[in-house]
């Protein structure tokens, strides 16, 4: 009995065993069936769709293929091919994709919406130059309030209709009789007039940049008037257009279309042949080596992007770990790309309520933050401290306006106000959870105020409940928190937006100091209104604006991000292809993809 | 047959039952505490007529049962309304998140199955030899190491040190766009062989090998630890002794009657686990860049999107239920004591 149980047993192990083994020999078959033809299919190209030879001035050393399976557009034009492969670039973005509306988009969208969408110009705030987009030339008349804009004549939508004034005139007249978004950019316009078909005028009703509205990165690009056939709509307002959009389609003018649209996982945007500016000599934003497909992936973890880019799986990092990144400076593998952008973190100051509603109280706290250790633990020096609320390199940011760290001051003025021994009642910081750079800024910040003997409690809350808090301060500011810290970045770049914002008595929503100061008010929107007229005055007039603000402490700018982006060295131009005033925008068109 | 049809309806009426108790309750949670969805909505920079509009537009303004109403009515035509994060049909979302998910917790399962019964008998019936105490310590060890743990080591040790497997993504772009390949159910593995599409589906298998092992060890531990339990414990009864004594071949024993009998409480606890696994995965889906149903949730739960939010739960409230039942008729299948 014994013995025949043992015998029956190892029979049925040998079995077991045998099936065990069976499985990993079809998981190592299967695994070297899937190492050997994987390269050998993307070398040979079987692209699905014929093309026919055409000349491309610009596309000489790289030929391009285009094998559109694009839902939105069947291309009529002749597409240049070759054999080859098409050039691949994959950007990764560490958030999900928006809407895919270009009149309301106000979000994560902007990111790929600048290859496929123009605007009238882009504006280079680095070196305070518009470039050309859709216009070719532009001149305001009477001082401001009437601007005309060329258009360039050989501009096609993706769907063939040539870019003329009408559908200039009826993409902005959607974004603005929709209001959502950024339709508030377009404020100032009363009118717009169709002159013939390459010229349109807009008739204000104040002074004001329109150059600089018309290169917003949100609210002002231009689509095919088409769109209401396609998506069997009334008219361009109709819900249907939107959902038109929504449903992955694009009907853009750029370099890129629209081919794949998977917000949460992947959006594809393949090369338009037929765009004028591959064929417009010295076009800045055109380069001969653009990648045939841009893809955008979401890959919402930075640690994951960091490895991914190392491995070569995707190309362009958004974020990576900052801890990282002077290790990555030295790798071989990669690039690192450090560039200004416009996004700034303030300390909000609650000035209604005691004892913070005394000045000298404000700046004995401005006196007590220690910026470059602030700059250096929360970012790992991936930031400038901040001097003024308008951001490092952009127009009407000034140099001397950061606060001195100096504690002896800091306890000079706080005795003057009256407090010789620090204030006797906790205050209360909040910062909107989940950020770890806010997060560390606040520890900072509580640990320095202590030594002048102010206790800070930091909290915290979700930015909805933070906000929200903030925003009742207007009615019961002793309700309120005491200092808030949050990030600001201009919808389009001009200093008015960061001052009338956070500062104007005007501004419930955003001025959550609940700082009122008439004549701050009116330096502003005089400033705003010269922008356009005569540039050297505004600057001026915000200069004096900035002052005001440096002495009265309604806020402390504590530092201007720095945006980094890691990329593999294959990928040339990345520099060119990052502009702060579109931010988290990679200009495909302009990268030079070698090999 | 042993299941009725009786039973089948029953459990069906069950299943919408729970499914409005689940969507109804976790509703009125969404909305008693607050969260301000106004303000979400309305996007980063609003002005106060956005923020009104949105109000309007959300229903805020109504009490929350008008607000209930409100949304059972666009839930019952399929409107699961649209997420408040990304803007987007959040069914569509999440259907199409869906396929991605049960391909990988599906693979996952097929390996932790055929791995952890095979071994759990194997184990059960080596009892206390050297080969039983292997088979635990990896089964112990995959049951309670952690899951985002192992993802990462597994990630670093076969594709950044080997460079063998790829460590992320569900399948190259690149092979995508070459060969046109239009997914069908959204199941790739499942759409490259329907099509045809060898490039792709090689592609995909690859990608799916990393993952899915690292998902397998929470079931194959599991399973192997279950199989090896109830095995021992069928091996001991008077039954089994009694039919190896009337001289029943061994092998007919052990296949035909102990395994039959130990599979039954297996799989009813593994079909538990499989619908727990579906939002479990979220871990391995973050860190393998796996675009499915369970990052989706934890995305929605971090920002208060609670469309999101409800329409995950409600989905997985279906999954649990639906799993259930099936367990239930295999259970019934595999034993004929069972009558349903």
């Known amino acids: 009995m014994r013995r025949t149980s043992v015998k029956g047993l190892s029979k049925t192990a040998g079995i077991v065993i045998a099936v065990i083994i069976i499985i990993i020999i079809v998981a190592i078959g299967a695994y070297y069936a899937a ?22 001035p610009t596309t000489t050393s790289s030929p391009t293929t285009t094998s559109s399976p694009s839902p939105t557009t069947s291309s009529p034009s002749p597409t240049t091919t070759a054999p080859g492969k098409k050039t691949l670039v994959i950007y990764a973005s560490l958030s999900e994709m928006t809407s895919a509306d270009p009149s309301t988009e106000f979000s994560n969208s902007i990111l790929w919406m ?32 009437v601007w005309t804009f060329h258009l360039r004549k050989n501009a096609v939508f993706h769907d063939g209709t040539p870019v003329t004034a009408e559908a200039v005139k009826e993409s902005i007249e959607r974004t603005i009789a929709l209001g959502q978004g950024a339709a508030f950019i377009w404020d100032p316009v009363d009118h717009i007039e169709v002159v013939d078909n390459y010229t349109i005028k807009f008739y204000l009703k104040y002074p004001a940049a329109l150059d600089k509205i018309a290169a917003s990165s949100y609210g002002a690009w231009i689509f095919s008037p088409k769109v209401v056939e396609y998506a069997g ?32 996982n992947e959006v594809i945007l393949e090369k338009n042949p037929d765009w004028w500016g591959w064929k417009e000599p010295n076009y800045p934003l055109a380069s001969p080596n653009a990648p045939d497909v841009f893809v955008v992936k979401i890959v919402k973890d930075s640690v994951t992007q960091e490895r991914l880019v190392l491995s070569g799986d995707i190309h362009i990092a958004e974020y990576v770990p900052l801890e990282d990144v002077d290790n990555l400076k030295h790798n071989p593998k990669v690039q690192v790309v450090i560039k200004p952008s416009f996004q700034n973190l303030l300390m909000l100051i609650n000035t209604k309520k005691p004892p913070l509603d005394n000045v000298l109280v404000r700046r004995a706290i401005a006196h007590a933050i220690p910026y470059e250790d602030i700059v250096k633990i929360a970012r790992n020096g991936l930031a400038q401290v901040a001097s003024g609320p ?46 770890i750079y806010e997060k560390r800024t606040a520890e900072v910040i509580k640990a320095s105020l202590a030594k002048i003997g102010i206790n800070v409690e930091i909290r915290p809350m979700s930015w909805e409940e933070q906000w929200s808090l903030a925003k009742s301060g207007w009615e019961n500011p002793e309700a309120a928190q005491d200092l808030f810290i949050f990030y600001w970045w201009p919808t389009y770049i001009t200093p008015f937006d960061f001052l009338y914002n956070m500062f104007s008595s005007e501004s419930k929503l955003f001025n959550l100091c609940y700082y009122e100061n008439p004549q701050f008010d009116k330096l502003i929107e005089k400033a705003v209104t010269l922008e356009a007229t005569d540039r050297a005055k505004a600057l001026r007039l915000y200069y004096q604006a900035q002052k005001i603000l440096y002495d009265d402490v309604p ?35 302009v990268l030079e993809v070698k090999g | 047959m042993p299941v009725s049809r009786e039973y089948i309806v029953k459990r069906l009426i069950l299943l919408v039952v729970v499914v409005f108790g689940v969507l109804i309750i976790t509703f009125i949670i969404t909305r008693v505490i607050p969260a301000h969805p106004e303000l979400l909505w309305a996007g980063a920079h609003p002005t106060e007529e956005q923020i009104e509009k949105a109000r309007e537009q959300l229903h805020l303004n109504d009490p929350i049962y008008i607000q209930l109403l409100y949304y059972l009515r666009d839930f019952l035509v399929g409107d699961w309304g649209v997420s408040w994060r990304t803007r987007q049909p959040v069914l569509s979302d999440i259907l199409s998140a869906l396929p991605a998910t049960l391909e990988l917790v599906t693979t996952a399962f097929i390996i932790a199955i055929a791995l952890g019964i095979p071994l759990g008998a194997l184990a059960a019936l080596k009892r206390n030899t050297w080969v039983d105490h292997v088979i635990r310590i990896v089964s112990v060890l995959g049951a309670s190491v952690p899951v985002f743990w192992l993802a990462l080591i597994f990630q670093l040790v076969f594709s950044s040190w080997l460079g063998i497997l790829p460590g992320a993504k569900r399948v190259d772009e690149f092979i995508v766009l070459e060969t046109g390949f239009k997914p ?73 009657y102990a395994l039959k009998n130990t599979l039954a409480p297996v ?60 367990v239930d008729i295999i259970h019934a299948i595999i034993d004929p004591r069972v009558k349903l």
């Not at chain 1, 709509?233 to 081919?259: E, M, Q, R």
């Not at chain 1, 000079?412 to 950020?435: E, V």
């Not at chain 2, 001991?236 to 002794?241: A, H, S, V």
């Open chain 1, 233 to 264: 709509a009334k008219n361009l307002t109709d819900p249907k257009v939107a959902d038109w959009f929504n449903a992955g389609h694009d009907a853009g003018s750029g370099p890129y279309k629209l081919v794949k649209w998977d917000p949460e």
């Open chain 1, 390 to 435: 308008i951001p490092h390199g952009m127009w009407g940011h000034f140099d001397n306006l950061t606060y001195e760290y100096n504690l002896t001051l800091a306890k000079q003025l706080l005795a003057q106000a009256g407090f010789p021994n620090g204030i006797n009642r906790t205050l209360l910081l909040t910062y909107t959870a989940g950020d």
């Open chain 1, 114 to 145: 600048p290859l496929v969408y123009e605007p009238l110009l882009w504006y280079d705030p680095l070196q305070d130059k518009f470039i050309p987009g859709l216009a070719v030339s532009w001149e305001s008349s009477n001082n401001g309030t």
């Open chain 2, 267 to 326: 799989i009813a606890s593994l079909g538990l686990s499989f619908g727990y696994t579906i939002i479990g995965a979220f871990m391995v889906e973050l860190i393998f860049v796996w675009p499915g149903i369970g990052l989706y949730a934890a995305m929605a739960l971090l920002s208060y999107d609670y469309p999101a939010i409800i329409g995950s739960i409600v989905l997985v409230a279906i999954f649990y239920t639906v799993i259930n039942m099936i």
């Open chain 1, 35 to 56: 190492q050997k033809p994987a390269p050998a299919t993307t070398t040979t190209s079987p692209s699905p769709t014929t093309s026919s030879p055409s000349p491309s």
């Open chain 1, 555 to 589: 806020a402390i700018p504590l530092w201007d991000m720095l945006d980094v982006r890691v990329a593999v060295k294959s990928i040339g131009n990345l520099d060119k292809a990052i502009n702060p005033a579109y931010p988290t925008v990679i200009f495909a068109q």
């Open chain 2, 184 to 256: 069908i159910t959204g199941f790739i593995l499942l759409d490259s062989l329907l099509e045809g599409n060898f490039a792709v589906f090689v592609n995909a298998l690859h990608h799916i090998i990393l993952p899915a092992i690292v998902l397998a060890f929470y079931p194959f531990g599991l399973s192997a630890r279950m199989t090896r339990a109830i095995m021992t414990e069928v091996l001991n009864e008077l039954y089994t002794r009694s039919a190896l004594a009337w001289g029943l071949p061994r092998r007919v024993v052990i296949y035909k």
